[in-house]
């Protein structure tokens, strides 16, 4: 039998970083996320690692920057509002290529809001809250195992693409604790890393790694490269969960820890003899577009559960097909706690019995 652990959320996510390999990490504490930076100042020196809990979350993106560019796989990780302040480092990063994991233990907001579990950092992490125009890979977990898998993924998408990655978690999904079966990072194939800033090591040409690019045309060579590569990405990486969408008539839609909650939902629905489905965005740059595209007849309508005013629901819209109902059900931070199973089911319910 494989070993199982029983672990929270955050220490998950640093369990995985580690097996995948990373050996430096940068931060600051912030509650809901601050086991993360405690476990990897403890379990980083016993492998060779170095820990740096940097004086801001600004210092600690520029530190994972220049840790990058020396081809290091190294990661920092926030919550909300720390996130917020890595903004530009991350565009810096992105228009660099340079690979590297941050992590998002999202609270709630605006502002300083509250350490309330909230799904209102999706616009920022899918979007990109930074100047310039750039993507990252954006991975939601929805359980403590996924958080130690998605930590293996996230390195080797990133390395692969030359492109930030980030773990979007939340505070349940981080302070939870469940059982893990931790496992060795599966192999896989990536490109060498030949564009590393090492010194000159007897070359007859320097390796530069720079977003700025003051040539005539230069820049707008370099953006449309980035662009080619987001788009392979949406070529080949999407990755979504489909659940009984094959007889479905009503499709739910949940990231995170949303998810979850639906996912008991959509079973209390198939026993009460509705036909409901549902669609888990892992993925949510890329975005699993062609799922919603390619809905079954039968579905005629989809139903977004978000723990905000609704922000996932926009791109659903965007790639559903026009004939079919988008609704939207949320329930924005601070509103008192997480919608129950019992919740969800009734708003299924309502929506199972309009027709689109």
Excluded at 112 to 127: N, P, R, T, W
């Amino acid at each position: 039998m494989k070993k199982r652990l029983f672990v929270k959320g955050n220490e998950a996510v640093a369990m995985g970083a580690l097996e995948a390999g990373c050996r430096y990490y940068f931060g600051y504490p912030i509650t809901p996320q601050s086991e993360i930076p405690e476990f990897m100042s403890r379990e980083l020196p016993a492998v060779g690692g170095q820990f740096i809990q940097a004086e801001s979350e600004i210092a600690s993106i520029n530190m994972l920057l220049g840790a990058s560019a020396c081809g290091a796989r190294a990661m920092t990780s926030s919550s909300s509002p720390g996130i917020s302040l890595k903004q530009e480092g991350l565009s810096y990063m992105a228009g660099s290529e340079l690979p590297g994991l941050v992590v998002n233990i999202a609270r709630s907001g605006p502002g300083l809001g509250g350490i309330d579990a909230s799904q209102a950092d999706y616009f920022q992490a899918v979007k990109c809250g930074g100047h310039g125009g750039y993507r990252l890979i954006v991975l939601a977990p929805h359980c403590v195992q996924e958080m130690y898998d998605h930590a293996m993924l996230a390195f080797d998408l990133s390395d692969r693409y030359r492109i930030p990655a980030l773990i979007l978690g939340d505070s349940v999904i981080g302070q939870m604790k469940e059982a893990l079966i931790p496992h060795p990072r599966p192999q896989v194939d990536l490109p060498a890393k030949d564009w590393v800033v090492t010194g000159k090591g007897g070359r007859d040409h320097q390796k530069i790694v720079k977003s700025l690019y003051l040539g005539d045309g230069e820049l707008e060579k370099h953006n449309w490269r980035l662009y080619e590569k987001y788009q392979q990405m949406q070529r080949d990486e999407v990755r979504f969960e489909a659940v009984a969408l094959e007889d479905a008539e009503l499709v739910v839609t949940a990231f995170g820890v949303t998810a979850r909650i639906a996912k008991t939902a959509l079973r209390m629905a198939r026993e009460a003899g509705m036909k409901v489905g549902m669609i888990r965005p892992i993925t949510l740059f890329p975005f699993p577009c062609q799922a919603f595209a390619d809905l079954p007849e039968t579905a005629r309508k989809v139903l977004c559960f978000e723990l905000s005013t609704g922000q996932m629901v926009e791109d659903v819209r965007l790639h559903t097909p026009c004939d079919r109902a988008v609704e939207f059900y949320g329930r924005p931070p601070g509103a008192g706690s997480l919608p129950t199973p019992e919740e969800l089911f009734e708003q299924i319910s309502r929506h199972y019995g309009r027709k689109a």
